[in-house]
């Protein structure tokens, strides 16, 4: 009897659970098609079902009813994916990859640290600058591909490779990461991204408070200066930029460029908080292509406002195909290619070191300091 008692509660255990996945899933079922009759948008309804954490088991009735609505089947496919319910989940015992924060066809997923860290204390380029701690100048000979950069504080200063310096001769973009030491003057690698300039009045830079794209930043790093030249013209093309030197800096200051990253920043803003993230993972169109990780969850909040007004101008000059956000399958895949990678030393400086990755689908870099600790990882598809 006893024995008996205890099945019947189990079962009973079991119908109220189930009972109560279906009021959730009704209750979903009903926002969502709210949403729908008021005419909110498709890529508005995504968000919230995605940072609502909204699951959904559609009968052949909840469909009809949802196409009735007007849901497309892009949405419907959306929605029956439960992608959302797959984060967090651990990636190679060391980060916690969460739910993605999703605007039209552009995905970023928040990295979070699981394990304990090396970390070091830097100063950015930008806080460098406005402590006045910094100088950044031409050679005398003034080189295309190097500038002189000195550190006047007490603190190291990090610069990531696409970090952008405005002025001199023409304006550059850094290319590779860099670790400058307390009171030390440094030959830095460099790429033009004003193609049409080589005068100025003064030999001295400014940093330009931007990094670039995932394209311009692969090209610094892998490709030659007239590819990166070419990635600045096409993204000003998409982003409809007319620049009359050809420089990356024209983007930075455009209005239209601005009103258009806009819905994307609000979405992002709301969506990507947390203590403790020390990177992201972008997606565009359902295809993981960017990766940036630091070993510092401090440094990284410094940098992460430059690093995401990066991935939107990336969505800003890709064409929507779709939005569907990839899944966890697809971002243990990518990663997994980085593990089969080639290795190879891409430039070493006297406080760090660039060390390259390649496959047959993804390029990148990661930057370690001298104890061979890794500071910042980036990671492309080709």
Same mark, same amino acid.
């Given at each position: 009897?006893?024995?008996?008692?205890?099945?019947?509660?189990?079962?009973?255990?079991?119908?109220?659970?189930?009972?109560?996945?279906?009021?959730?899933?009704?209750?979903?079922?009903?926002?969502?098609?709210?949403?729908?009759?008021?005419?909110?948008?498709?890529?508005?309804?995504?968000?919230?079902?995605?940072?609502?954490?909204?699951?959904?088991?559609?009968?052949?009735?909840?469909?009809?009813?949802?196409?009735?609505?007007?849901?497309?089947?892009?949405?419907?496919?959306?929605?029956?994916?439960?992608?959302?319910?797959?984060?967090?989940?651990?990636?190679?015992?060391?980060?916690?990859?969460?739910?993605?924060?999703?605007?039209?066809?552009?995905?970023?997923?928040? #990295?979070?640290?699981? %394990?304990? @860290?090396?970390?070091?204390?830097? +100063?950015?380029?930008? *806080?460098?600058?406005? /402590? &006045?701690?910094?100088?950044?100048?031409?050679?005398?000979?003034?080189?295309?591909?190097?500038?002189?950069?000195?550190?006047?504080?007490?603190?190291?200063?990090?610069?990531?490779?696409?970090?952008?310096?405005?002025?001199?001769?023409?304006?550059?973009?850094?290319?590779?990461?860099?670790?400058?030491?307390?009171?030390?003057?440094?030959?830095?690698?460099?790429?033009?991204?004003?193609?049409?300039?080589?005068?100025?009045?003064?030999?001295?830079?400014?940093?330009?408070?931007?990094?670039?794209?995932?394209?311009?930043?692969?090209?610094?790093?892998?490709?030659?200066?007239?590819?990166?030249?070419?990635?600045?013209?096409?993204?000003?093309?998409? #982003?409809?930029?007319? %620049?009359? @030197?050809?420089?990356?800096?024209? +983007?930075?200051?455009? *209005?239209?460029?601005? /009103? &258009?990253?806009?819905?994307?920043?609000?979405?992002?803003?709301?969506?990507?908080?947390?203590?403790?993230?020390?990177?992201?993972?972008?997606?565009?169109?359902?295809?993981?292509?960017?990766?940036?990780?630091?070993?510092?969850?401090?440094?990284?909040?410094?940098?992460?406002?430059?690093?995401?007004?990066?991935?939107?101008?990336?969505?800003?000059?890709?064409?929507?195909?779709?939005?569907?956000?990839?899944?966890?399958?697809?971002?243990?895949?990518?990663?997994?290619?980085?593990?089969?990678?080639?290795?190879?030393?891409?430039?070493?400086?006297?406080?760090?070191?660039?060390?390259?990755?390649?496959?047959?689908?993804?390029?990148?870099?990661?930057?370690?300091?001298?104890?061979?600790?890794?500071?910042?990882?980036?990671?492309?598809?080709?």
């Amino acid at each position: 009897m006893v024995r008996r008692t205890g099945f019947v509660l189990s079962m009973l255990i079991v119908l109220c659970c189930m009972s109560c996945m279906g009021i959730a899933n009704s209750q979903s079922l009903n926002d969502v098609l709210s949403l729908l009759k008021a005419h909110v948008g498709e890529e508005v309804i995504k968000t919230h079902i995605t940072n609502k954490d909204m699951t959904f088991n559609l009968s052949t009735q909840d469909i009809m009813t949802l196409k009735k609505a007007g849901a497309s089947d892009d949405l419907l496919s959306f929605m029956m994916s439960g992608a959302s319910g797959e984060f967090p989940f651990t990636l190679d015992d060391d980060y916690e990859i969460h739910k993605p924060v999703i605007h039209k066809h552009l995905a970023i997923f928040p #990295v979070f640290r699981s %394990t304990s @860290s090396p970390i070091d204390e830097y +100063i950015t380029l930008d *806080e460098a600058q406005q /402590a &006045k701690l910094i100088i950044i100048k031409e050679k005398s000979s003034a080189s295309v591909p190097v500038v002189l950069i000195r550190n006047k504080g007490t603190k190291s200063i990090y610069i990531m490779a696409g970090e952008i310096i405005i002025g001199g001769k023409q304006d550059r973009m850094v290319s590779f990461d860099i670790i400058i030491p307390p009171y030390k003057e440094v030959e830095v690698e460099v790429r033009c991204v004003e193609h049409g300039r080589w005068h100025g009045e003064t030999v001295v830079f400014k940093s330009g408070g931007a990094v670039g794209c995932k394209d311009v930043r692969s090209a610094l790093q892998f490709k030659e200066q007239q590819d990166v030249w070419t990635e600045v013209a096409r993204t000003c093309g998409e #982003v409809e930029v007319e %620049t009359g @030197s050809g420089t990356y800096g024209a +983007i930075l200051s455009s *209005e239209n460029v601005e /009103a &258009k990253s806009k819905p994307f920043f609000d979405v992002m803003h709301s969506g990507l908080t947390g203590d403790g993230m020390v990177g992201m993972i972008v997606a565009l169109n359902g295809e993981v292509v960017c990766v940036d990780i630091f070993a510092n969850p401090v440094f990284f909040e410094k940098v992460r406002e430059k690093l995401l007004k990066a991935y939107v101008l990336d969505a800003l000059s890709t064409d929507q195909t779709q939005t569907h956000a990839p899944g966890r399958s697809e971002i243990i895949a990518f990663f997994e290619e980085m593990a089969n990678a080639q290795t190879a030393e891409l430039k070493r400086y006297s406080e760090n070191c660039n060390i390259e990755y390649e496959s047959d689908g993804i390029i990148g870099n990661e930057s370690r300091d001298k104890k061979g600790d890794v500071q910042h990882l980036n990671l492309y598809r080709k």
